[in-house]
């Protein structure tokens, strides 16, 4: 295999920098050397690499090229590296040195072949696999055929026993499990293939097209595989490929089972089914909640939406739902409601039985002189009217949407009230350029210290005032909107 690297590296190059350690020896004054031919990509002397499977990082100190020192190396170059920090313990045979960090795989779909006539492989059978300097005991699965016989091809999967690096396209050669007699051989068709343990047509299909090369049927795959939408980078790097190889299939010609998202920066792609199961997910939860709560204009919050996921993390989970409600609301399924999302037809609908309650908690805040009212106060005095907790809490949100109270600090306060110490605190600014102090406004107002404190807290929230010191005055901006 080693030797059909570099051959195997003029044909295709990744993008990134690929290599399999194959020797590493120690120079005086340098450390350890790692020798390998370069399968792609390429790198220059004070890169950062990472030694794989695992996550370590080192950076490149010095680089050869058949025993000369240089600047970079590239693919199907005979290359030796010496690493800042490495030491041998570092190593385990099979390890590949890369600029990304490829995620490790136990099982593999290829695409293989017997070299004899007389050789049969079993529908499963042990092996020794072995591609790059990777040595390792692996089960082999035939998908399309219950045997495998010589100069035949065929599909397998292929499990291994520990984690390897591997891509697709990569070449590997199977031996029978006591190494004595090389089998066949073939390629990597698929690095992060879905289980196959039960040969299902549907799954053998899939692996059939995926062997086939086209890259239309790989990217309609990969979609298909991942459990949750994918970005066009994401997509590329599953397949080894440059993004902008991308864009003309996901432009122009995926088939309607496959839809995408566009964002500002990122592409996102799914499968038709769980789009419209992502999608309907959303619209049911925003229909409950307005079932729940008939008196709220608003919707449900961005947060509240990620919560329908539950405990899922994935990196993918906020870009999905804001792309999401964006194609809801180009849909003109739903709207945007100051920070929330509610259903496009919602509308809040007032029975007689509940303009009443509205009417009568509205006069009361109406006729009430004071603030900072608790819930639990007016609890007491509503409950005996046939009021409970979850029909108080809706008008009193009504009533704070339609602006005839005010929420401040967990307490409920009328609107014509606070409004009222507004203008007198406006009125009082304006002439009085040093400000007013938390005593001053007290007075003024004929309060106490805490009505005055939570009145002048409630202002600076709105932009009105802020404090400078032990005074407050009006800000700049709402200075300058009473000036203009």
């Known amino acids: 295999i080693s030797e059909i690297i570099p051959q195997v590296a003029e044909k295709r190059d990744d993008g990134y920098f690929r290599m399999y350690i194959d020797r590493i020896f120690s120079k005086a004054g340098f450390g350890s050397i790692l020798n390998g031919s370069v399968l792609s990509g390429n790198v220059k002397k004070g890169d950062d690499l990472y030694l794989l499977p695992g996550d370590k990082e080192f950076r490149i100190r010095r680089l050869e090229r058949h ?76 998908l399309d055929k219950n045997t495998l016989s010589g100069n035949q091809f065929g599909l397998g999967q292929i499990y291994f026993s520990q984690p390897i690096i591997t891509q697709t396209g990569d070449p590997f050669i199977i031996r029978n499990s006591s190494g004595d007699r090389t089998l066949g051989g073939g390629t990597v068709i698929d690095p992060y293939p879905l289980h196959h ?211 401040i600090k967990n307490t409920f306060n009328p609107a014509s009230l606070v409004n009222n110490y507004q203008q007198i605190l406006i009125r009082h600014l304006k002439n009085h350029s040093e400000g007013i102090t938390v005593a001053e406004f007290r007075d003024l107002i004929k309060g106490n210290r805490a009505t005055a404190l939570l009145l002048l807290e409630f202002f600076d929230e709105q932009g009105i005032t802020l404090r400078q010191e032990n005074s407050r005055v009006f800000t700049k901006r709402f200075k300058d909107s009473i000036t203009n």
Do not use: C
């Open 67 to 142: 025993g000369h020192e240089v600047d970079s190396v590239k693919a199907g170059d005979r290359a030796s590296l010496n690493l800042v920090g490495f030491k041998q313990k570092d190593h385990i045979r099979g390890m590949m040195l890369s600029n990304k960090n490829i995620k490790s795989t136990t099982l593999v779909d290829v695409r293989m072949n017997l070299f004899d006539h007389d050789l049969t492989l079993d529908l499963w059978s042990q092996v020794i696999f072995l591609l790059g300097t990777i040595r390792i005991i692996a089960r082999v699965h035939l």
């Open 197 to 407: 343990r039960r040969r299902k047509d549907s799954q053998i299909e899939l692996v059939e097209k995926i062997a086939s090369g086209d890259l239309l049927e790989l990217i309609v795959s990969e979609i298909r595989k991942s459990h949750f939408p994918i970005t066009e980078k994401q997509l590329a790097d599953s397949l080894n490929m440059n993004p902008e190889e991308l864009n003309d299939p996901i432009f122009n010609e995926l088939p309607g089972t496959i839809k995408f998202l566009q964002g500002e920066e990122k592409i996102l792609l799914f499968d038709k089914k769980s789009l419209i199961n992502f999608q309907n997910k959303i619209l049911n939860s925003l229909l409950e909640y307005h079932r729940k709560f008939p008196l709220k204009a608003e919707g449900k919050s961005f947060n509240e939406l990620l919560g329908l996921f539950g405990t899922l993390k994935h990196e993918n989970l906020q870009l999905t739902l804001r792309l999401l409600l964006q194609d809801l609301e180009h849909q003109g399924k739903i709207k945007k409601m100051g920070k929330t999302w509610s259903i496009i037809d919602h509308k809040v609908q007032l029975n007689k039985e509940m303009q009443a309650k509205i009417d009568e908690l509205n006069e009361y805040f109406t006729n009430n002189s004071s603030l900072g009212i608790e819930f639990k106060d007016l609890m007491e005095i509503f409950s005996p009217r046939g009021y409970d907790k979850n029909s108080l809490q809706q008008i009193l949100n009504y009533l704070r949407v339609e602006n005839r109270i005010y929420v």
